[in-house]
């Protein structure tokens, strides 16, 4: 090549590397500016609502205590989240309501309501709000007859919010909102003896030969429902255990198929190929979509779901493993006079097993928690009852105790993943 021909070379290939670091980035402010415009980002402030985030975080931490005054005949009913599996017994309460004629809730901070004919709210630094509720509605007088922003008022509703808690009245009932931290009847419900027992005495009760009992109490909580948590969670391991598993039996005869070096019949070899790539092409979410329409909802489906799309995925893996095997191996093992059998479990399945043990425990970790998923769509395992529960809209603190237990359900199965893959692959226990 001559110098001028070299010189132009050189200087086409410095234009077009000039042009690139122009062109990409050009391409990326682009592409960033109609992500921009596309998702509305300049919208997503007036769509962000802090309180109702600050409210769900916050009952994801903490319980209500409801006191209601059913204004027609001056009962008054106190529950924990407003249920009646959660509800005191009549004429008792917690040390913060004084049942009587007059009944007073004392929300901490001065913050004091009374219940009767008149409901009245005194506010630390803003005064006494008082309301009438009668046929004709609701007749509130306010101190000085401005209404802040923590007051909302209508004919038929009044509604005071502050830190301390929340009053609610209307023609038919008060009620008043008071939030702890903790979850409450968490252990034991109201009417069980156990309630408000201290550790100590629980282990005294315990050692004492209440042991049964007091496991009874807890796993039968109405509230929580411990057991059928519990229950839940084995649920959805065991879908994918299942599921897991199941697949890597199917796939392991089919990969045999697949591998160009153990079947010859190039048909033969595109068909299995094939139906890898559509098992594991359909997400598991569709499969358990079009299993739950054919066989009904329940566990079972999801199993089936995970092991389609895990057969697809397995067998891929496993016939591109049997490809790479040492041929020499198989060789030495048939001059000893072996079976294909033998030739098959001695000199090709020893080769593939860490592969094959790896990625099946790995996809059992993973399925454990697309298990919660598919079980919240055909309705078993730990997804069910947290679908259940957001889907309630109240019970958020529910919604923590279900995440927790699946987070700490992972991450066992990723220990015991692990102590496998290093027991079965390694050949230890250690961490070597």
Known sequence: MSAQALHQQTRRNFNRKRLMSFALP???????AYIFMAFDMAGLGARVNLENARTLVSDAYSYKTHVTQDNRTGAVEIAIEGERKGAYAPGTAPGWVRLGETSEIDL?????????DRVTYDVPGY????AEPGAGGVNASLPDGALPDFISLSKNRLMVKTDAGRL????NRAEVFKYSLGWELFFFTLDSPYHGMSPGALFKAAVNGEAGAIWQGFVGNKMWRHGDVGWALLETVLMAFLGTCGAAIIALPLGFLAARNFTPLGGLR???????????????LIWTIVLSRAFGPGPLTGSLAILLTDTGSFGKMFSEALENVDARQVEGITSTGARPLQRYRFGVIVQITPVLLS???????SNTRSATIIGAITGGGIGLLLTQAINTQ?????????IVLIILMVMLMDSVSGWLRRKLIKGNGGGH
Do not use: C, I
């Open 26 to 32: 050009g391409l990326v402010l682009g592409y960033f």
């Open 108 to 116: 901490g901070g001065g913050h004091v309501v009374t219940f009767g």
């Open 127 to 130: 005064g006494l709000v008082m």
């Open 168 to 171: 609610t009245v209307t023609r």
């Open 270 to 284: 595109f068909a299995a190929r094939r139906m890898f790539d559509f098992l594991r092409g359909v997400d598991g």
């Open 359 to 365: 990625q099946v425990l790995y996809y059992l970790e």
């Open 394 to 402: 109240k019970d958020w603190e529910e919604v923590s105790y279900y």
